[in-house]
């Protein structure tokens, strides 16, 4: 069996994120941050120690500014709600996924928010002196995503985020796609706020996820999502208005954040640098494997470099679902078929509204996935042709 | 450590107090997070205690760190 679906969820993982989670159940499973008791103090180390680690892993010097929740779609939703007033305007890119458009678009009807949208490349490319173009005197805030999760395109954060800095506007970056896979630093690459999801590359279990807050976000420019106990200033009934407390209401997912922090110390300890190459040199094969098969389209810049091991390609003559039922059934290959929650990104590169077929790779793919993978999708384009 | 020779540290919230327990153990200093005492009060249940003679020395790598404490009371 290949899994070749790890932008949508990673698998497998390295057996210290279920041992960390298994551990977590049966040695400790209290609430953290709620109670005096040592089994409270214990999963509060727990959590902070994965605060922690997301923190190193961005270069973000206060671990208390990372706060968690359930993924990167209800980071940005914190950021986008918490920060658009009634009359802003936001610029984001056509390369984007539904977790930042759908937001955007309720913004726009709810609040009166002006979205203008950056066009990128058929490639799923952006100018980064289109979007300094596209800025307006009143642009509050830039969303972007890193990279593509049809195509894998990398966007120029750094450059942008410059940009942002000289035109005193925020960045706020949705790095679903990236985080774990390919190196982030807040500081250099000038992100004030940064979404991640815990489950793909970062290599931790579903329902884990967060928003890293830079410097540049005061606590009063940000409301929080949602109200309630945080097992801190619990004589008022008023949300504390610090960081992370004030945007952590509820007992968070302790044992998915323990497992979390597994997975980013697995990253951690292996490089993302060294992750990076892994990826690279497998897409690069990939890409060579599936350009040169009769038939099939490959989308994007085929270009390993400029991209995550994110490849979205399609068979002349067969539908997108047909392809993926054959590479399931007959060849034990798991995909991604159709429009990856991303109309905006497909509409750019040509492929609404039929899609295309996405392989996305992980750090635990090996060459051999990648070569049995590509013979699959030469058989059933050659059965195609004959 | 006799009860005299303590001091804590209050916090506003657990991760801080946990951060803060982490640095002063990284620097040796000998410290234990224990429920707030019930004559005291803080706004999260969770204070650090410290030998009194270190307080200083811990308020300074807190500064340092720009881990935030809301109080500093001898036991």
Same mark, same amino acid.
């Given at each position: 069996?290949?899994?070749?679906?790890?932008?949508?969820?990673?698998?497998?993982?390295?057996?210290?994120?279920?041992?960390?989670?298994?551990?977590?159940? #049966?040695? !400790?499973? /209290?609430?953290?941050?709620?109670? *005096?008791?040592? =089994?409270?103090?214990? +999963?509060?180390?727990?959590?902070?120690?994965?605060?922690?680690?997301?923190?190193?892993?961005?270069?973000?010097?206060?671990?208390?500014?990372?706060?968690?929740?359930?993924?990167?779609?209800?980071?940005?939703?914190?950021?986008?709600?918490?920060?658009?007033?009634?009359?802003?305007?936001?610029?984001?890119?056509?390369?984007?996924?539904?977790?930042?458009?759908?937001?955007?678009?309720?913004?726009?009807?709810?609040?009166?928010?002006?979205?203008?949208?950056?066009?990128?490349?058929?490639?799923?490319?952006?100018?980064?002196?289109?979007?300094?173009?596209?800025?307006?005197?009143?642009?509050?805030?830039?969303?972007?995503?890193?990279?593509?999760?049809?195509?894998?395109?990398?966007?120029?954060?750094?450059?942008?985020?410059?940009?942002?800095?000289?035109?005193?506007?925020? #960045?706020? !970056?949705? /790095?679903?796609?990236?985080?774990? *896979?390919?190196? =982030?630093?807040?500081? +250099?690459?000038?992100?004030?706020?940064?979404?991640?999801?815990?489950?793909?590359?970062?290599?931790?279990?579903?329902?884990?996820?967060?928003?890293?807050?830079?410097?540049?976000?005061?606590?009063?420019?940000?409301?929080?999502?949602?109200?309630?106990?945080?097992?801190?200033?619990?004589?008022?009934?008023?949300?504390?208005?610090?960081?992370?407390?004030?945007?952590?209401?509820?007992?968070?997912?302790?044992?998915?954040?323990?497992?979390?922090?597994?997975?980013?110390?697995?990253?951690?300890?292996?490089?993302?640098?060294?992750?990076?190459?892994?990826?690279?040199?497998?897409?690069?094969?990939?890409?060579?494997?599936?350009?040169?098969?009769?038939?099939?389209?490959?989308?994007?810049?085929?270009?390993?470099?400029?991209?995550?091991?994110?490849?979205?390609?399609?068979?002349?003559?067969?539908?997108?679902?047909?392809?993926?039922?054959?590479?399931?059934?007959?060849?034990?290959?798991?995909?991604?078929?159709?429009?990856?929650?991303?109309?905006?990104?497909?509409?750019?590169?040509?492929?609404?509204?039929?899609?295309?077929?996405?392989?996305?790779?992980?750090?635990?793919?090996?060459?051999?996935?990648?070569?049995?993978?590509?013979?699959?999708?030469?058989?059933?384009?050659?059965?195609?042709?004959? | 450590?006799?009860?005299?020779?303590?001091?804590?540290?209050?916090?506003?919230?657990?991760?801080?107090?946990?951060?803060?327990?982490?640095?002063?153990?990284?620097?040796?200093?000998?410290?234990?997070?224990?429920?707030?005492?019930?004559?005291?009060?803080?706004?999260?249940?969770?204070?650090?205690?410290?030998?009194?003679?270190?307080?200083?020395?811990?308020?300074?790598?807190?500064?340092?760190?720009?881990?935030?404490?809301?109080?500093?009371?001898?036991?």
């Amino acid at each position: 069996m290949i899994y070749f679906d790890n932008a949508a969820t990673s698998w497998p993982k390295p057996t210290a994120v279920p041992e960390a989670m298994s551990r977590f159940m #049966l040695a !400790v499973g /209290a609430n953290p941050g709620r109670s *005096a008791h040592r =089994l409270s103090i214990e +999963a509060g180390r727990m959590v902070y120690e994965t605060r922690e680690a997301v923190a190193r892993l961005f270069n973000l010097s206060d671990p208390l500014r990372v706060v968690f929740g359930l993924n990167a779609t209800e980071a940005l939703n914190l950021a986008l709600w918490g920060i658009l007033c009634p009359g802003d305007r936001v610029l984001t890119s056509s390369m984007e996924h539904n977790s930042v458009m759908r937001p955007l678009r309720a913004l726009e009807r709810e609040r009166s928010v002006k979205v203008d949208i950056v066009r990128c490349s058929s490639e799923g490319f952006l100018d980064a002196d289109d979007a300094e173009a596209a800025l307006r005197a009143d642009t509050k805030m830039i969303v972007l995503n890193h990279a593509s999760n049809v195509v894998g395109s990398v966007l120029p954060v750094a450059e942008v985020g410059r940009i942002a800095r000289e035109h005193d506007v925020l #960045l706020l !970056v949705d /790095a679903a796609q990236t985080a774990g *896979a390919y190196p =982030l630093d807040m500081g +250099a690459m000038a992100i004030d706020l940064l979404a991640f999801t815990g489950h793909k590359a970062l290599l931790g279990p579903q329902g884990t996820g967060g928003l890293c807050i830079g410097e540049r976000v005061q606590e009063n420019e940000m409301r929080p999502l949602k109200q309630g106990g945080t097992g801190s200033r619990s004589a008022s009934e008023q949300q504390p208005s610090f960081i992370p407390d004030m945007y952590e209401s509820g007992t968070p997912n302790t044992v998915g954040l323990a497992g979390l922090g597994a997975g980013v110390q697995y990253v951690i300890d292996r490089g993302v640098e060294e992750i990076r190459a892994h990826e690279v040199h497998l897409t690069r094969g990939l890409i060579a494997g599936l350009v040169e098969i009769p038939g099939v389209i490959v989308y994007g810049g085929l270009d390993a470099e400029m991209q995550t091991a994110t490849v979205s390609f399609n068979i002349d003559g067969l539908a997108p679902s047909e392809v993926g039922l054959m590479l399931d059934e007959e060849h034990g290959t798991m995909s991604r078929v159709g429009l990856d929650c991303a109309p905006a990104a497909h509409r750019t590169i040509g492929t609404f509204p039929v899609g295309t077929v996405r392989f996305s790779l992980g750090a635990l793919s090996t060459t051999d996935e990648v070569d049995a993978a590509v013979e699959a999708v030469r058989e059933i384009a050659t059965g195609r042709a004959a | 450590m006799a009860e005299s020779e303590c001091s804590v540290f209050l916090f506003s919230s657990t991760s801080a107090a946990i951060r803060a327990e982490k640095l002063a153990m990284e620097s040796d200093f000998k410290v234990k997070l224990i429920p707030v005492p019930r004559h005291l009060s803080s706004d999260c249940g969770v204070c650090l205690r410290c030998d009194s003679a270190e307080v200083d020395a811990i308020r300074s790598l807190l500064e340092s760190s720009r881990v935030e404490w809301e109080n500093v009371r001898r036991l």
